[in-house]
């Protein structure tokens, strides 16, 4: 072989080695999102403070997860922000569904800055709104804070029930006035082609195998628990 032509084949190698050592979730904002979506869900899953959370999340019908939220960038002062949706359609769970979250006016209580947000989705009827179009919580659907804390109390009567979460804290927004609202152009980047919240969580005519690791993380958790 050649000088030439072992050089070239050498320069291929390192060029197919590079490429393979990039993540897929590494390739397109979208899957970043999902990727940082999934860490969410599993820090919210291990926090030893949101015992209440894990006991009762098998009663919603569907999440949206907001990761990495700051204070000053994301749904609160009048910016924007973005969240998936993982919910339980006709197939069983799927997703996720891109969405942004959006208000006019800063919910923040002084000093605190969010960084995870999950927001439980406790009725098919708020699930079918979502899948429909925009939602304003606290005007098209009720929202409470979900309860945190050893002996939190009873469950809050509300379509959504929200958890905050940053470095150990917990609550400290008011989520009233915000809109939930299907992203089109993500959703048809990371399927490939022009879908609905409804072609993806409930018909499932659409599937990335990037989505498959959250999708199965909030399915294992809405498992019942093993019996004894």
């Known amino acids: 072989m050649s000088h030439r032509k072992v050089r070239f084949a050498a320069f291929a190698l390192a060029i197919a080695t590079a490429v393979s050592a990039v993540p897929a979730s590494a390739q397109t904002e ?3 999102l999902v990727d940082e979506c999934l860490t969410t869900w599993n820090n919210f ?11 009762h999340d098998n009663e919603a019908v569907g999440f949206l997860i907001a990761a990495q939220v700051v204070k000053a960038g994301f749904i609160f002062g009048g910016s924007g922000g973005r969240a998936v949706l993982v919910a339980k359609g006709d197939k069983g769970w799927a997703g996720p569904a891109f969405y942004t979250m959006g208000t006019a006016s800063a919910g923040f209580q002084a000093g605190v800055d969010v960084s995870e947000i999950v927001t439980l989705i406790m ?5 079918e709104s979502l899948m429909s179009g925009s939602v304003k919580a606290g005007a098209d659907a009720s929202v409470a804070a979900g309860p945190v ?7 809050p009567n509300a379509d959504f029930l929200v ?3 940053s470095k150990g804290l917990f609550g400290g927004v008011n989520v009233n006035g915000t809109v939930f609202k ?3 152009d993500w959703n048809k980047e990371y399927y490939g082609k022009l879908v609905s919240p409804i072609d993806i969580v409930i018909r499932r005519n659409v599937s990335n195998p990037g989505g498959a690791a959250l999708v199965s993380a909030v399915e294992k958790a809405m498992a019942p628990p093993a019996k004894k």
Do not use: H, I
Request: avoid cysteine.
């Open 30 to 32: 979208q899957q970043q």
């Open 45 to 55: 899953q291990a926090d030893p403070n949101l015992t209440w959370f894990r006991e």
């Open 123 to 127: 009725n098919k009827k708020s699930l």
């Open 149 to 155: 804390g050893v002996g939190a109390g009873t469950k």
């Open 163 to 165: 958890y905050t979460r």
């Open 182 to 184: 299907p992203t089109e």
